[in-house]
């Protein structure tokens, strides 16, 4: 029997916060309603929230072949030190030629491979964006 990929969506609410100079929280509030749209105020904290409406995406209906299988994508918020962190361990692991073997395995995990060089850059320039 034939296989196919369905996407689906969810309304999802991206988090924001700012740091709001105020006299009571009340004022806070009101001052975050008038500069809502104000983008150098807000910072993204990496939450996600999703809610009750679902749509599968009908003209994106395509068919696959029998081996077929969707990898999880990981979304995670990380800090500005975290993130430095991350891009500093990538670019080690192109620049290191030896790997000890259970630093090998985790980067593994299981798949046959780790990733090449110009997937090292994509990865740590979407990281940088």
């Known amino acids: ?3 196919f990929r369905v996407l689906k969506g969810h309304d999802a609410w991206v988090v924001y916060e ?3 100079e105020a006299d009571c929280a009340e ?3 009101e001052f975050a309603y008038a500069d809502r749209h ?3 105020i807000w910072t993204a904290t990496g939450d996600i929230r999703e809610f009750d409406h679902c749509e ?3 003209n994106e209906i395509e068919l696959v072949e029998d081996d077929e299988t969707v990898e999880e994508i990981k979304t995670i918020a ?3 030190p975290q993130r430095d962190l991350i891009l500093a361990a990538l ?3 192109q620049h290191t030629a030896i790997i000890p073997e259970e630093i090998h395995d985790i980067a593994v995990n299981d798949r046959g491979r780790t990733l090449l060089g ?3 850059d994509n990865l740590c320039e979407a990281i940088n964006q």
Request: aromatic share 8%; proline share 4%.
């Open 27 to 29: 004022h806070a509030e």
């Open 38 to 40: 104000a983008s150098e």
């Open 18 to 20: 700012a740091i709001i």
């Open 78 to 80: 990380v800090t500005g």
């Open 56 to 58: 599968v995406f009908e």
């Open 1 to 3: 029997m034939p296989k």
């Open 91 to 93: 670019r080690l692991w």
């Open 118 to 120: 110009s997937e090292i």
